[in-house]
C-alpha cells in the first residue's frame, strides 16, 4: 500500500470529531464486553474510543503507534447529546518520532467531560516529520 506523505506534524495542530452515542451504542458495546450496563452516561470506553480515532485516521493518522494514553474523567457523558473529542499536538520529538497530545472531550453545552494526554510513536505515518 503506497500514502502520499500528508503535511509535516506541527505544534498546535489538532483533529476533533463529534459523535452522538445512544443507548443502542451502548447495548452493543456491553454485549460485547460483558460488563454491566449503567443506563446513566456513555461509558468511559467509548469516549476514549473517540480519542483512539482521531489518533489512528486523523491526526497523526494511518500509521500510528499508541503508546500511552492518560484520561481524567471530570462528568458523566450524557447519552443522545453530541460529544466533541479533539486531540491537539503539545509536543513534537523528531528524534524519536514521538508526538504528544492534548485530548478533551466536550458535551454539546461545552462541558469539559474529560481531558488528559496521549503519547504516539508517528515513525510509519507518511510526511509526519520533515
Do not use: W
Not at 84 to 94: G, H, K, M
Not at 102 to 123: F, H, Q, Y
Amino acid at each position: 500500500m503506497t500514502t502520499s506523505p500528508g503535511p509535516a506534524l506541527t505544534l498546535g495542530m489538532f483533529a476533533e470529531t463529534t459523535r452522538n452515542f445512544t443507548a443502542a451504542d451502548i447495548d452493543a458495546l456491553h454485549s460485547v464486553s460483558g460488563a454491566p450496563a449503567s443506563g446513566t452516561a456513555v461509558p468511559e470506553a467509548l469516549v476514549n474510543g473517540l480519542f483512539s480515532y482521531l489518533l489512528g485516521v486523523e491526526l497523526p493518522g494511518q500509521g500510528t503507534n499508541y503508546l500511552k494514553q492518560e484520561t481524567e474523567f471530570l462528568e458523566p457523558a450524557p447519552i443522545s447529546d453530541a460529544l466533541t473529542a479533539r486531540v491537539e499536538i503539545t509536543r513534537l520529538r523528531p528524534d524519536k518520532h514521538l508526538v504528544d497530545l492534548a485530548t478533551t472531550c466536550r458535551a454539546s453545552d461545552g462541558t469539559l467531560i474529560a481531558r488528559g494526554r496521549a503519547l504516539v510513536l508517528a515513525r510509519d505515518v507518511a510526511g509526519a516529520f520533515p
